[in-house]
């Protein structure tokens, strides 16, 4: 059923309803000899009836209404278009499998959407930070042990993006510390490039050598806290090992039982031997 007639149908119903009910109702009053105070509840009667007809009647025709666009923006004919139909059957497997939901976390298991959610999420950063304004300062900390590429404005689209935002989000009066973290007392050129963006837009940024092993920690995957929000995001690779793309994005509270303790221990032993970079020298200091 069109939108159009589904609208009329509603009209022309509701036309009848009022007809029937005030025949009813004239009948009752002028054929017997109805005593007032039956009279006033007749029609409180009649008039409370025709609006419960309103109200089934509009969730009727909204339910007929929107069956019908959804019809409209799910058909595609697979049959006339197989290889068209198979390449929507695949995006549509993977994006039902990207979205994992628990009571108190949410998993994004898409390399794609795992980034752009990073990205929106600093996007309501930076919102919140402006509102609280600079005297209420949000405090980030984070780990990078991950791909060094993410920073690099040469080698990944999302670089420049991530440092913007950022940079958006300390000038509205946030603060950021992250560490990140090579193989090596010597950082490698990405490592490098990484800490001289992030010094750019005023991040405080240090380096730890995961070969010393001084933590407790496989570096099998990263995070990013703030404190003052209890939130907290975990970033994962789908291969083990350091320096992997990032495959995955954990959103939870960071006060999580599962996280909490494991968090605090990692980032004091982590800032505890972390150092900066000579940049110049290509060492660290």
């Known amino acids: ?3 159009r007639r589904s609208r009329a149908l509603y009209s022309t119903l509701i036309r009848i309803i009022i007809i029937l009910l005030g025949l009813i109702y004239g009948l009752l009053f002028h054929i017997h000899k109805v005593p007032e105070e039956l009279n006033a509840a007749i029609l409180v009667t009649l008039l409370l009836f025709m609006a419960e007809q309103f109200v089934e009647l509009g969730h009727k025709i909204s339910a007929l209404t929107f069956g019908h666009r959804e019809s409209e923006r799910r058909v595609f004919d697979s049959s006339r278009h197989p290889i068209l139909g198979m390449i929507k059957d695949l995006v549509q497997k993977e994006i039902d499998g990207s979205l994992t939901v628990d009571e108190d976390k949410f998993v994004v298991s898409n390399p794609y959407l795992a980034i752009k959610s990073y990205a929106d999420f600093w996007k309501l950063l930076i919102a919140e930070q402006e509102r609280l304004g600079s005297a209420h300062r949000l405090t980030v900390e ?3 042990s991950c791909e060094m590429n993410i920073w ?3 080698k990944n689209t999302w670089a420049e993006k991530l440092l913007e935002y950022q940079a958006d989000f300390c000038r509205a009066g946030g603060s950021i510390t992250r560490i990140l973290c090579g193989q090596g007392s010597d950082p490698g050129p990405d490592t490098i ?3 001289t963006a992030m010094k750019a837009v005023e991040i405080n940024v240090k380096y730890y050598d995961i070969l ?3 933590v407790t920690h496989d ?6 806290r703030v404190i003052e929000n209890d939130d907290l995001v975990i970033w994962s690779s789908f291969s083990r090992g350091q320096g992997k793309v990032i495959g995955r994005a954990t959103y939870c ?4 039982p599962e996280y909490k303790e494991v968090i605090d221990e990692i980032w004091k032993d982590i800032s505890k031997y972390s150092v900066k970079i000579d940049v110049e020298g290509a060492k660290t200091m």
């Open 1 to 3: 059923m069109s939108i």
């Open 212 to 214: 010393r092993n001084l």
């Open 219 to 224: 570096f099998e995957w990263d995070f990013l």
């Open 193 to 195: 490039s990484a800490y």
């Open 142 to 144: 984070a780990i990078h």
């Open 152 to 154: 690099n404005t040469g």
């Open 253 to 256: 509270k960071l006060s999580h």
